[in-house]
């Protein structure tokens, strides 16, 4: 059974940074490319960061560029999201996913909830 475990959200004031991670069991992790997404409330969710399986290269929407950066760890089956200068239009649920096809390839995980306040 696949399994998608968000965490390291929560407050933190313009400017500051978060790290992000995400842990994968059931399989989906080792051979396939991963994402991070987010979903802004009333806002539809969407792709900030790729990465391939083998590390690189990796991809970036262009509000985030410059300023996140994805990781991995295969050895662990865990996906990281470092978040720098963050800006209160970065608020948002984040969930990570599995990309197949351009796709995300399975359920989502609950998320973690990231919020910067101004």
């Known amino acids: 059974q696949v399994q998608l475990v968000e965490s390291g959200g929560g407050l933190v004031q313009a400017g500051g940074s978060l790290r992000l991670s995400c842990a994968a069991s059931?399989?989906?992790?080792?051979?396939?490319?991963m994402g991070w997404y987010r979903q802004a409330p009333g806002k539809r969710r969407e792709l900030v960061a790729s990465i391939t399986s083998a590390g690189a290269p990796t991809n970036y929407a262009d509000s985030v560029k410059g300023r996140f950066t994805i990781s991995r760890d295969n050895a662990k089956n865990t996906v990281y999201l470092q978040m720098n200068s963050l800006k209160p239009e970065d608020t948002a649920v984040y969930y990570c996913n599995a990309i197949i096809g351009d796709l995300p390839a399975t359920s989502w995980g609950q998320g973690t909830q990231v919020t910067v306040s101004s």
């Open positions: 059931g399989g989906i992790f080792s051979n396939n490319a």
